[in-house]
């Protein structure tokens, strides 16, 4: 389906403002999106919290039903929490591991996974072993199915890195998760909202996402998806009243549902601005997204190659929105800042965010310019301009 750029730009109030090519840290929000939010804060002035959330109640409820429907999952199996990060350590951290347990994940592993990775090792005696890439970046699959035995409790990586354009084969890997009997854990954070995600097609068990990257949803809501059947065999790391019932002064009984990896109190305006963000990326469409964002991100790429000291330090069969490089005699923090001074929203990537990677391409502080599909041509020709003057 072709965009009509003209009236999603007329639908994203911060493209009048600045040129934003930080979608990977967190994208512009649509005005649907906004007014959620905004319209229910108000709501709470107006009517008190608790009442707000009476009154709204079944709205909030059907923001299960729209992140179930995006990523092709049942309401059951969704838990709305504060981020990415919650979400993938709440499931992470339920796994039981024992000595010589095998953890699975690839070069790109995002820092606060492998971190989580470490100290569940140092804990439990498994170890964590790092899947090779393929020469052009993405993660082996035959390697992965060299390396499966009946040691290996876990396979969990990130679906698309914080650095870079690289997306690793997701369906195939799970495909080989699910032939071994394997639990796999995906790290969606920066894939949904930026193209087709579908956990029936990619067969992976449990997957964390955020709301306020590609989905341009708001800061401080993410959610988890446990494979149904999975969900109550998990017992989260840390439970209270919500996510389980006091039953009797020494018993509790936890919910059946993926929601008893929630807690009791939330931001509900941040939670109904998630539902609006998904509900208009599914107007949108994820095939939409995902075609033209990487239209854009080819160009800039292309772009960026032309221009005398730049790098570009993507990787990948498959690459997405993100778009990396570095320039000569620049370091990426000045660029940040100088291209910001022009109103050009730009992040860095750390070398320790991606630290394996970081290690085997020898890679220094990346300028990230992450694409969206709202974005535009003329945004991309501006941006290299801007780059080519620095
Ligand atoms: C690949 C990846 N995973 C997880 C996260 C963490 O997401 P959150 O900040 O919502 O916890 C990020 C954030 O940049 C990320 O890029």
Known sequence: MAIDLERIRRDTPGT?????????????????????????????????????????????????????????????????????????????????????????????EYAANYIAYLQVAKRTGAVVETIPSEPAGEVSVEALERMVDDRVRLISMTHVPTNGGLVNPAAEIGAVAKRHGITFLLDACQSVGQMPVDVQAIGCDILSATARKYLRGPRGAGFLYIRKGLVEKLEPPMIDMFAAEWVEPGRYELRKDARRFENWENNYAAKIGLGAAVDYARAVGL????????????????????????????????????????????????????????????????????LLDTLARDLPPLVRASVHYYNSEDEVDRFLAAVRAL
């Open 16 to 108: 009048d403002h600045v040129l934003h090519f930080n979608n990977a840290g967190a994208a512009l929000m649509p005005t649907a999106v906004i007014e959620a939010q905004t319209g229910h804060l108000a709501l709470e002035a107006r009517e008190g919290g608790y009442e707000a959330a009476n009154l709204m109640s079944e709205k909030i409820d059907a923001v299960y039903d729209s992140i179930a429907a995006l990523i092709n999952a049942g309401r059951d199996e969704i838990a709305v929490v504060e981020n990415a990060t919650v979400a993938w350590d709440m499931a992470f951290y339920a796994l039981a591991f024992r000595p010589g347990d095998r953890i699975l994940t690839a070069e790109v």
């Open 287 to 354: 095939e939409t997204s995902w075609s033209r964002l990487r239209v854009l991100a080819d160009a800039l790429r292309a772009g960026l190659s032309d221009i005398p000291g730049v790098s570009v330090k993507d990787i990948g069969s498959v690459k997405g929105g993100i778009v990396t490089f570095v320039k000569d005699g620049l370091s990426s923090d000045d660029i940040k800042t100088r291209l910001r001074a022009e109103r050009v929203n730009v992040s860095v990537s750390p070398p320790s965010s991606t």
